[in-house]
C-alpha cells in the first residue's frame, strides 16, 4: 500500500523490515491498530505543522506494542519498555543517530504516560496523539472524517474496543506488577478483579524509614 489518506508510507529497506517484524511475531489486530496509529499520528502532524520524521514515526509506531509479543516480551520490564527495546535494537543494525534512536525509544516507552509523552518532541508526541485517537476516540471530533473513514477502510478496526483489552492482557498477565503507576493497571484489574495491585500510598506508610 503506497498512500493512504494522503499519507505516503515508507518504503525504504528500513521500513519494509521493520513491516516484516510486526506481521511475523504479531497478529492482524496490533497490524491493523499499529498502522492505523501511523496515519492519525502523521495526519495530526500536518494538521500541526509539526517538523517530524516520517520513517522514525512509522518504526515507532510499528514497534509500539511489540512488547506485548511472546519474542519480544521481557519477564520482568514493562512492556514498552520491551518495545522501545526492541526498536532500538532494530534501528542500530541500520546506524541511525543515536539522538534519533532516542526519540524512538521515548516515543514507544512513553506512550502509555499521561501528561508527559505530548510535551516532548515531534515523533514522541505525535504517536501518543495516534494511539490516544485509536484506543480512546481522543481528538476524533476534530480529526477528518474522511481521512479516518479512509483509513479504517485499509487498516479495518473488526472488533477492536472488545479485543484490544483481552489482547494487552495477554501480552503482560505473567507479570501484572510493571503496570503499577500506568493506565494498563486498569487493563489487570478489569481481567482480573481480585489481583492486588501494590499501592503508592502503602509503599510509603510502609516504607523502612523509622519515623
Same mark, same amino acid.
Given at each position: 500500500?503506497?498512500?493512504?489518506?494522503?499519507?505516503?508510507?515508507?518504503?525504504?529497506?528500513?521500513?519494509?523490515?521493520?513491516?516484516?517484524?510486526?506481521?511475523?511475531?504479531? +497478529?492482524?489486530?496490533?497490524?491493523?491498530?499499529?498502522?492505523?496509529?501511523?496515519?492519525?499520528?502523521?495526519?495530526?502532524?500536518?494538521?500541526?505543522?509539526?517538523?517530524? +520524521? $516520517?520513517? $522514525?514515526?512509522?518504526?515507532?509506531?510499528?514497534?509500539? +506494542?511489540?512488547?506485548?509479543?511472546?519474542?519480544?516480551?521481557?519477564?520482568?520490564?514493562?512492556?514498552?519498555?520491551?518495545?522501545?527495546?526492541?526498536?532500538?535494537?532494530?534501528?542500530?543494525?541500520?546506524?541511525?543517530?543515536?539522538?534519533?534512536?532516542?526519540?524512538?525509544?521515548?516515543?514507544?516507552? $512513553?506512550?502509555?504516560?499521561?501528561?508527559?509523552?505530548?510535551?516532548?518532541?515531534?515523533?514522541?508526541?505525535? $504517536?501518543?496523539?495516534?494511539?490516544?485517537?485509536?484506543?480512546?476516540?481522543?481528538?476524533?471530533?476534530?480529526?477528518?472524517?474522511?481521512?479516518?473513514?479512509?483509513?479504517?477502510?485499509?487498516?479495518?478496526?473488526?472488533?477492536?474496543?472488545?479485543?484490544?483489552?483481552?489482547?494487552?492482557?495477554?501480552?503482560?498477565?505473567?507479570?501484572?506488577?510493571?503496570?503499577?503507576?500506568?493506565?494498563?493497571?486498569?487493563?489487570?484489574?478489569?481481567?482480573?478483579?481480585?489481583?492486588?495491585?501494590?499501592?503508592?500510598?502503602?509503599?510509603?506508610?510502609?516504607?523502612?524509614?523509622?519515623?
Amino acid at each position: 500500500m503506497q498512500e493512504v489518506a494522503g499519507i505516503k508510507v515508507p518504503d525504504s529497506q528500513l521500513a519494509k523490515d521493520a513491516a516484516d517484524i510486526l506481521r511475523d511475531h504479531g +497478529d492482524d489486530l496490533l497490524w491493523n491498530h499499529s498502522n492505523r496509529v501511523f496515519l492519525f499520528s502523521a495526519i495530526n502532524g500536518q494538521k500541526l505543522e509539526q517538523n517530524y +520524521d $516520517l520513517e $522514525l514515526l512509522y518504526v515507532s509506531a510499528l514497534f509500539h +506494542d511489540l512488547g506485548l509479543t511472546k519474542e519480544y516480551s521481557s519477564p520482568d520490564l514493562r512492556f514498552e519498555v520491551d518495545g522501545a527495546n526492541a526498536a532500538r535494537s532494530f534501528l542500530q543494525q541500520y546506524q541511525i543517530p543515536d539522538e534519533s534512536i532516542r526519540r524512538v525509544w521515548d516515543a514507544i516507552a $512513553l506512550h502509555t504516560t499521561l501528561g508527559v509523552a505530548e510535551h516532548k518532541e515531534p515523533e514522541v508526541a505525535l $504517536l501518543y496523539s495516534g494511539v490516544g485517537l485509536d484506543v480512546m476516540g481522543d481528538g476524533f471530533e476534530e480529526f477528518p472524517a474522511d481521512s479516518r473513514d479512509e483509513i479504517v477502510k485499509a487498516f479495518p478496526r473488526n472488533d477492536f474496543k472488545q479485543r484490544i483489552i483481552p489482547a494487552f492482557y495477554e501480552g503482560f498477565k505473567h507479570k501484572p506488577e510493571t503496570t503499577f503507576g500506568n493506565v494498563k493497571t486498569d487493563v489487570v484489574h478489569y481481567m482480573d478483579p481480585n489481583y492486588q495491585q501494590k499501592n503508592f500510598c502503602q509503599c510509603i506508610l510502609h516504607s523502612p524509614w523509622s519515623e
